[in-house]
């Protein structure tokens, strides 16, 4: 049982898909009574809501006027959930499954991963180098 809900964890699981399933019709009810433009125009705006509250992080943090850790997190995280909404809704109106993203997602990781460790080996030939110049000099 959850504390304090006498309710079994199963009925919380299936409490907690309802809940996912009502989130995902309303997504896609929103989604289709705006359109693709104006989501994809929300979108854009939620991208820069976001992009501005890491940036408002930022400057606090390297400017000394920090206002404090839990209010740019709230703001970023509230961001965050705006863009994903936005995300849902515009996949959603293209017809973009979770798979052909996750798909694409781990082809670019694997991409990165590949960046890095190429990366890591010029450091180290680097460091090699140098080692062997300060030898000499």
Do not use: P
Not at 13 to 41: C, P
Not at 106 to 122: C, F, L, P, Q, V
């Amino acid at each position: 049982y959850f504390v304090g809900t006498g309710r079994s964890k199963e009925t919380e699981r299936k409490r907690g898909r309802i809940v996912l399933k009502d989130i995902e019709k309303d997504i896609a009810f929103t989604a289709h009574y705006y359109g693709y433009e104006a989501q994809s125009r929300q979108l854009i705006e939620e991208m820069a809501e976001l992009t501005q509250a890491i940036n408002k992080k930022w400057r606090a943090e390297n400017t000394g006027l920090y206002r404090g850790y839990y209010d740019d997190m709230r703001a970023i995280t509230e961001e965050l959930a705006d863009v994903q909404i936005c995300i849902e809704q515009v996949k959603l109106l293209l017809g973009i499954t979770d798979k052909q993203i996750e798909s694409v997602v781990e082809s670019k990781i694997i991409r990165e991963k590949a960046r890095i460790r190429k990366s890591d080996e010029k450091t180290e030939w680097q460091r090699n180098f140098m080692q062997r110049f300060e030898r000499r000099c």
